[in-house]
């Protein structure tokens, strides 16, 4: 396999493969960093650049976008509450509480870094463990889908803040949401109203960019938030990251990142999946975990690396078996097949080179991402003394155009408005979005597959308790939900005894 | 002096005009794209785009408007200006949608400007299943009715329509099961979790390259060139023949120059051999029809077919 990567390397002797990979990544930071502008946009933009070029060449320059965006995502998460892409919406829960604790830089260092490291153990996991990786995601059949779902709804329970009853109730909105449109199984239109432009379902990016970006500029506007008026004493301090505070965070790290790699290798699970899985992981392994949610850097470092560590991993199924993980990659994928290639196995054999090429431009994409982002880090945070009053338009006029830009219909801006409002009132009454989103992301991929695991095994309901997968994520997920329940009723419990002794 | 730049001006505009109608395009056009950015149609559309652009001499705008199994995007073109600066690339799926009574637009509410290329329906089983040829599976399929189970892309979608007239066609019965998109069927069959699916072969390339599916049956008229060893159902004793298209379509009342001027392009663009290298990894093959009544009839023939099934599916 080394010599593999040794013969690769001969395709990087020319200064135009790092050209191509070094512009994909600064303008997947840009993307990335706006709200309203993705991924998969800056990849689907580019994509017909790649024609020209040499395989490998085009393929890492949109390689370079797609972990430039995925971490530049964070930017906006950290610094204004508004994630500039759906795997930063995790990001938002302790970053930017860090950020407004008058640590920004700090916020962004481990963002960063996190970010890196993530993007690192992914390139790994991906060259030497693509094959059992990809095994792993074809024993998810509907019943693992289901399974996996279900344990992530339980993480309503961590990130829903002071009221898990308002969180069950954000979350179960969320699921409503997620079942409008066609049903996958019998064909029939759901819970649209009559509303021709809803048969597709919601648009989640739209319906994303309002329940975070637009409701928060309404947040902006109409608070006397203390904060806001005082932007130009906010100090750019701790720029960089603190090696030890951030070495020290190995075992978040490396749990996190490969939680990424794993459910990003899972077609159809994705980025903000994994970094909700990972940030409740990271909750659980800590000793503090009432710190989460207030701005702990545990939970910075468990988002930010799950969502780079998901990119090493969406691309190991379209590499060895043809199948994308997610939009980005399936645009990716696109991108292979127009050079002729045919992603799969057979690449790896018949066309090494450029197989292990992808594997390598992935690597120097990380590199880029990671220089770019800590010479850039003190101009980011400088967004900050930015008057709210000229820098707020700007963004809603960046979520307004890219709502419209992801589906070319006017439909998309309605929707961002909608649950722009809609955001805002959550907000207003004390809900909190994340588990909105999580309903959203998980409704319809618990509930059709439950239908389609039930049609596949006649009514029996058993074999969700026969598959070891499916087994381990039911025992996680009355886990997860029952842990805090007996902590609660121990808590309470002590405290009856302490009031009997003193009485 | 007045009348005489009236009379200029009037000339003018009456020229550019009669230019307009003697030159169309005149300005760019957009190609509506119902599914996302990466998928086969999408990888069609952006293969074409460089030879179309050259032949028509306009910008083709390739706009994607995915969702609801393409029923938004096509819905957009139908309801469009017929004056040919709106297009897009159907296939099956807008029959089938229509029979399922969940289209907004009707088949009718299109004018074919050109077929594009042909993709084989293929029945593919798992690897590791005991089925190695088509007359073992339906063999086992009548056996045990109900018991197989059997994939495809999405309910009410053009695989799924086929593989219905496949069975009435034979007279067996399986356990349909439906899935959201092509690609996680391919998976469902790879990891083992359903025994059969029939999608399109550009579809199943990946699942067929990896040994992981095997590749029992085709509903063409002629062998696969990349499985030369796969029969046709002809071949196998039956009468169906079915296969799916890409092709591009405008809004039923475009003039003929639209037409005219579409055949052209797409007849060059079809020969270019950039365009033929993409196919070719695709897993379709180019299949160039100019438009006229021989394009008609084979697509009001797929209509009758899909609506009629999809009409009975339903119920």
Known sequence: MLANFADAAGLFFNYQIF????????????????PGLTATMGIALLL???????????????????????????????????????????????????????????????????SFVGGLISVAVFAFMSPVVADVALKFSAIEYFALGLFGLTIIASVSGDSIIKGLVAGLIGVLISLIGIDSLTG?????AGIPELIGGVDFMPALIGLFALSQIIRDVTSDDAMLNTEKKVRVSNAYPRVRETLSKWKVWLS??????????????????????????????????EKFGKGTPEGVVACESANNGMTGGALIPMMTLGIPGDASAAILMGGLLIQGLQPGPMLFQEQSNIAYGIIIAFLIANIFMFSFQSIGIKLFVRVLQIPRSYLMPFIMVMCILGSYGISGTLSSA???????????????????????????????????????????FEGDWTIFFTRPISLTFLILSALSIGLPLYQRYRKAQKARQLKASEA | MKKAITASVLLASALTSGMALAEYPTKPITMVIPYNAGGGTDVLARALQP??????????????????????????????????????????????????????YKSTGFDYLGNVLTEDYVVAVRADGPWQTWDELVEDMKANPGKIKFGFSGYGGSTHVASAILARNIGYEVKQIPHDGSSKAV????????????????????????????????????????????????????ELLLTNWRGVAAPAGVSDEVKEAWGEALKAATSDPAFVKAIAAQGATIDYVAPGEELDQRMQGLAKEFIETAQELKQ
């Not at chain 2, 652009?53 to 957009?76: A, D, H, R, Y």
């Not at chain 2, 049956?217 to 039956?238: A, I, Q």
């Open chain 1, 19 to 34: 050209l191509a990979i070094a512009f994909g990544t600064l303008l997947g930071l840009v993307f990335g960093s706006l």
């Open chain 1, 48 to 114: 017909p650049l790649t024609f020209g070029m040499e395989p490998v060449t085009g393929i890492g320059m949109l390689l370079g976008v797609y972990c430039g965006a995925i971490s530049g995502g964070s930017i906006p998460a950290a610094l204004l509450n508004i994630p500039g892409t759906p795997s930063s919406v995790a990001t938002t829960l302790d970053a930017f509480p860090m950020a407004r604790n008058g640590e920004p830089g700090r916020a962004l260092g481990l963002c960063i870094v996190s």
């Open chain 1, 188 to 192: 029939m239109v759901r819970l649209t």
């Open chain 1, 256 to 289: 996190s990142s490969l939680i990424g790699a794993i459910v990003g290798a899972i077609p159809g699970a994705g980025g903000s999946i994994a970094s909700f899985l990972a940030y409740d992981q990271a909750k659980r392994m800590s000793k503090t975990p």
């Open chain 1, 414 to 456: 309605w929707i961002l408005l909608f649950f722009g409002v809609f955001g805002y009132f959550l907000n207003r009454f004390g809900f909190s979005a994340a588990p909105v989103v999580l309903g959203m992301i998980l409704g319809y991929m618990v509930e059709s597959n439950f239908r389609r695991g039930m049609t596949m």
């Open chain 2, 51 to 104: 030879a179309l652009e050259k032949s028509l001499g306009q910008t083709i705008i390739v706009n994607n408007i995915p969702g609801g199994g393409g029923i938004l995007g096509f819905t957009k073109v139908a309801t469009a200006k017929a004056d040919g600066y709106t297009v897009t690339i159907p296939n099956n799926v807008i029959f089938a949608t229509e029979g399922m009574g969940n289209a907004t």
């Open chain 2, 187 to 238: 998976v469902a069959a790879m990891g083992g979790h359903i025994d059969a699916l029939m999608l399109n072969l550009g579809d199943l390339a990946s699942g067929l390259e990896s040994g992981k599916l095997r590749p029992l049956l085709s509903l063409g008229e002629k062998r696969m060139e990349e499985y030369p060893d796969v029969p046709t159902l002809k071949e196998e004793g039956g």
